[in-house]
């Protein structure tokens, strides 16, 4: 498994995180997703078939780029 924890400056309300935990949540492959309103941070876990890449595309299709 692998782990990354990023800022996702868009997050403004709780309607975001549930927005990014649902959505990179059903990604084959992701064990975990946590983000954080107040922080703008957001937690992913995953193996495979998930790569970051593919994570981080659906972040930025949703509208929650990932910043490291």
């Not at 549930?18 to 941070?41: C, F, N, P, R, Y």
């Not at 495979?48 to 509208?63: C, K, Q, V």
């Amino acid at each position: 498994m692998t782990t990354k924890t990023f800022t996702a400056p868009a997050i403004n309300c709780g309607h975001c995180t549930k927005t990014i935990e649902m959505e990179v949540g059903d990604l084959a492959g992701v064990s975990s997703v946590k983000a954080d309103v107040d922080s703008k941070q957001v937690t992913v876990e995953w193996g495979d078939p998930a790569t970051w890449a593919e994570i981080e595309a659906l972040l930025d299709e949703i509208g929650f780029p990932a910043k490291e």
